[in-house]
């Protein structure tokens, strides 16, 4: 009995030794960035009920779909494409790769655009993107979350946040490895985007986005999993997303 037992308990050290369990998501609440015009969250409903030695309490809420950390099914951009509820559970465990373009950010500007060759030479370091990847992007937007002026960077109505370039979104269409794209900023289109062109190849392509990835460390390039879990809104164009990164070590 007691040999079983030290078996078990063995296992379990070596899993959370060599596994890491990262969440990549902000937490809803009052501060919770959503896109200009969007309802945020806020519950029409707080009740306790008070019973003979119990109690129990419910809320309901109302929010936009796209805002927080959230995910775009096809058919937000693509009128034919996936719902929410029509995305398979395949795609929602996915090989991860990150790239990271803070210092590309950094350097270019408020409007930095991911281009080919930034996808290419993540390619040179890590040979080709494996089959069912979701791509994280992080421009290094992650810190400013608390600040919504600075994390939309406004101009006026303008924003002005960094995100896919044309060229690059046609790229990932085409390999036809990646499943997704995740940035950590409010959208995969760059803020001063008007025409939402990536927005509109990766949807006519059966990708699925996720905005506002939590992405305050690095991951790895490769070599980790990812858990992507929307609210099931079977007619929905997106969904709040819980995500989940495991890193092997
Ligand atoms: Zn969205």
């Given at each position: 009995?007691?040999?079983?037992?030290?078996?078990?308990?063995?296992?379990?050290c070596?899993?959370?030794?060599?596994?890491?369990?990262?969440?990549?998501?902000?937490g809803?609440?009052?501060?919770?960035?959503?896109?200009?015009?969007?309802?945020?969250?806020?519950?029409?409903?707080?009740?306790?009920v008070?019973?003979?030695g119990?109690?129990?309490s419910?809320?309901?809420?109302?929010?936009a779909?796209?805002?927080?950390?959230?995910?775009?099914a096809?058919?937000?951009?693509?009128?034919?494409?996936?719902?929410?509820?029509?995305?398979?559970?395949?795609?929602?465990?996915?090989?991860?790769?990150?790239?990271n373009?803070e210092?590309?950010?950094l350097?270019?500007?408020r409007?930095?655009?991911?281009?080919?060759?930034d996808?290419?030479?993540?390619e040179?370091?890590?040979?080709?993107?494996?089959?069912n990847s979701?791509?994280?992007?992080?421009?290094?937007?992650?810190?400013?979350?608390?600040?919504r002026?600075l994390y939309?960077?406004l101009?006026?109505?303008?924003?002005?946040?960094?995100?896919l370039?044309?060229?690059?979104?046609?790229?990932?269409?085409?390999?036809k490895?990646i499943?997704?794209?995740?940035?950590?900023?409010?959208?995969?289109d760059?803020?001063?985007?008007?025409d939402?062109?990536?927005?509109?190849?990766?949807a006519?392509n059966?990708l699925?986005?996720?905005e506002?990835?939590k992405?305050?460390?690095?991951?790895?390039e490769?070599?980790?999993?990812?858990?992507?879990?929307?609210?099931?809104?079977?007619?929905?164009?997106?969904?709040?997303?819980?995500?989940?990164?495991?890193?092997?070590?």
């Amino acid at each position: 009995m007691f040999f079983y037992l030290a078996i078990i308990i063995l296992n379990i050290c070596r899993l959370s030794a060599s596994k890491e369990l990262l969440d990549l998501g902000w937490g809803f609440d009052n501060r919770t960035i959503f896109w200009p015009g969007q309802t945020p969250l806020y519950f029409t409903k707080e009740e306790t009920v008070y019973l003979k030695g119990f109690s129990y309490s419910f809320k309901e809420f109302c929010v936009a779909e796209h805002g927080g950390t959230h995910f775009d099914a096809p058919y937000h951009f693509h009128q034919s494409g996936w719902k929410v509820g029509d995305v398979p559970l395949s795609r929602l465990f996915a090989k991860g790769a990150f790239l990271n373009m803070e210092e590309e950010h950094l350097k270019m500007g408020r409007d930095t655009r991911l281009k080919v060759k930034d996808l290419e030479n993540w390619e040179t370091r890590n040979g080709k993107f494996s089959e069912n990847s979701v791509l994280l992007v992080k421009f290094g937007r992650s810190k400013f979350w608390q600040n919504r002026t600075l994390y939309l960077d406004l101009e006026g109505e303008t924003m002005h946040f960094p995100g896919l370039s044309k060229e690059a979104a046609q790229w990932i269409a085409n390999s036809k490895k990646i499943i997704g794209v995740g940035v950590d900023t409010p959208s995969i289109d760059p803020g001063n985007s008007t025409d939402y062109i990536a927005h509109r190849i990766l949807a006519e392509n059966s990708l699925y986005n996720l905005e506002n990835v939590k992405l305050l460390t690095d991951l790895p390039e490769t070599g980790f999993d990812l858990v992507v879990a929307p609210m099931k809104i079977e007619e929905g164009t997106g969904a709040a997303v819980r995500i989940f990164a495991i890193v092997n070590n």
